[in-house]
């Protein structure tokens, strides 16, 4: 087999525009990690191996039949599941949460995993009903997502149980799921709101307040908002220089290789800087749009709306909850970010995605 052949078997599966956009992001975040880092090689160094790690499991999901996607729906789910009752029983306490469960070889965090095992278990499950789908059908896949949504939150975890909740509602609004029962949800839950207000935890409760008036515990629970909020304000038009950001590199920005690096990234490169950003984004959301419009199959397509749609709800969080507008939920930049756990999810999500576009089935006309 000739070098050239070697190639072109490489890159079958891989969606080369898709593909353009998140090497574009990653390209992104190793610069902006080696400034966020003060000019050391430690983070972007850890991060390249994260890419390479989570780029060849993307590259052999990518590879994987489609029906060979449908039939991982159920065993990852269940496998999910078991991991999750596992972390409520056995998981280990950090910070006040209980949200890792040591394995002995490695400690892993199950809720990750509910990323992409709950929309694929959806989808599937609504493959199977496609012909005959009733509303018991619809309230079934809500169970579906209700239980392990449940134990994240019981953890607790906040902020990925709203992510992981989103993901499972894309795919019942991907479905057909009618407009009045959606009204009547909504409507529900903004009356569940004082009740729901009730059983968070003080530290949930604080955030949501410091979103309001960060000042009234400038430093405290208000401090990091406020410090990413200068930042950001700080970067103009142009921004301030690569290397150059005053409050990354006199360390006033707290969490500025993970949750705030979008700050670091604002206060460096400025408005223009960010519309780039932004358009990169919006290119890859984009793709993901056609591959969810090409989809051949019912199941396919629940998968590429709730990947697509999920990964631009993480953007969209993430960069208001730097800008100030969104409470502080621990949210990373998707792909730009440092952290293996989040890249691999999300490169296993797009491996998909390359999958149902390379490999789906031709339609007659």
């Known amino acids: 087999m000739t070098r050239r052949q070697l190639w072109l078997r490489f890159i079958t599966h891989l969606d080369l525009p898709l593909l353009l956009g998140i090497g574009l992001l990653m ?29 060849t499991c993307m ?12 039939r991982t729906a159920v065993p990852i789910y269940a496998l999910g599941m078991v991991l999750l009752i ?18 002995g070889v490695i400690t892993i965090q199950p809720s990750e995993l509910m990323k992409i095992g709950i929309p694929l278990m959806m989808a599937w499950y609504f493959e199977k009903h496609e012909a005959t789908l009733t509303l018991k059908n619809y309230f079934v896949a809500t169970l579906l997502l ?9 953890q607790p975890d906040l902020g990925t149980a709203v992510l992981i909740s989103a993901s499972g509602f894309y795919v019942l609004f991907l479905a057909g799921l009618s407009w009045r029962v959606l ?4 409507v529900a839950a903004l009356a569940s709101v004082p009740v ?8 949930q409760r604080h955030r949501i307040e410091m979103l ?16 990413a909020t200068i930042a950001v304000g700080s970067g103009g038009i142009l921004g301030k220089g690569y290397l150059n950001g005053t409050q990354t590199h006199l360390d006033f920005l707290p969490e500025r290789t993970t949750d705030f690096i979008f700050a670091v990234y604002s206060e460096e490169f400025g408005l223009l800087g960010n519309l780039i950003l932004l358009g990169i984004y919006m290119f890859v959301i984009g793709r993901g749009f056609i591959i969810t419009a090409n989809a051949s199959t019912y199941f396919t397509r629940l998968m590429a709306g709730s990947i697509t749609l999920t990964f631009a709800t993480y953007a969209f969080v993430n960069m208001g909850m730097v800008s100030g507008i969104l409470p502080v939920v621990g949210v990373p930049l998707p792909l730009v970010s440092y952290g293996g756990t989040s890249m691999l999810t999300l490169l296993l999500g797009f491996g998909m995605l390359m999958s149902i576009e390379t490999h789906k089935k031709l339609v007659k006309t």
């Open 196 to 203: 729901l207000w009730s059983m968070l935890h003080d530290y």
């Open 27 to 55: 390209l992104v975040s190793l610069l902006v990690l080696y400034s966020a880092d003060n000019a050391g090689w430690g983070r972007p160094l850890s991060q390249l191996l994260n890419i390479v790690v989570a780029f």
């Open 86 to 103: 596992g972390v409520a029983l056995f998981g280990e306490i950090s910070h006040g949460a209980r949200r890792w469960l040591n394995l």
């Open 146 to 154: 209700l239980m392990p949504v449940a134990l994240i939150v019981r």
């Open 183 to 186: 009204g009547g949800v909504f």
């Open 212 to 227: 309001f008036d960060p000042s009234q515990d400038a430093l405290g629970k208000g401090y990091h908002t406020i410090q």
């Open 59 to 70: 590259w052999l999901i990518a590879n994987l039949p489609l029906h060979y996607l449908m």
